[in-house]
């Protein structure tokens, strides 16, 4: 067990990088997946169609493979920035559409007859979207959108594969040096876990107080 008291500066600096990962990507990928819903039930048919390419194609192509290209291929096109805040883009475009697909779910909570009379006290689409279907359904995709970011927590795992030095990574380098791959991969695993904990708490907590009652 000493070589965790040894260790535990860069395990803490690496736990503070997976978590500014979570957060920044958290944040970004909620406000762009709510923009992208908005554009999903736009009437505009080529806002419809555009923020329905960009969920598929980020539904479908793996995150590693996206992460694999930002890294290495931006480079040789011109675009130059460091390892996480290229690893924060990703993951924030990647998520933001699994997070658009829970905030339109959500979309389907909101009654018609409330969309119809904003229209009859004169709203604007803008104003309908902004003031009613939005705030709506943002409040009852709470725990899916929880979900989400459960899984990208999760998924910042594999930040390491293309050189960021946050949670996963600093337990890979531990166990080079300390050969003692169960206790502490299980040690990093159960980080994850109190990490994924707290996310769903809080947001069983925001879904309790923010429920609409109807």
Sequence with gaps: MDFFASSAGPIAQALGTTILLAVSAGIGSIVLGTLVTAARISPVPVLRWAAFAYVQFFVNVPLLVLLVLAVFALPDA?????LTPTAIIVL???EAAYVAEAVRSGVNTVSRGEIEASRALGFSLGQTLRVLVIPQSLRAAIQPIGNVMIALTMNTALAAAVGVVELTSAANKLNLVEAQ???IFTAAGLIYMVLALAIGLTAGRLEKKLRIRR
Aim: hydrophobic share 55%.
């Design 78 to 82: 011109g675009f130059l920035l460091p």
């Design 92 to 94: 924030t475009l990647y």
């Design 181 to 183: 791959p169960i206790l």
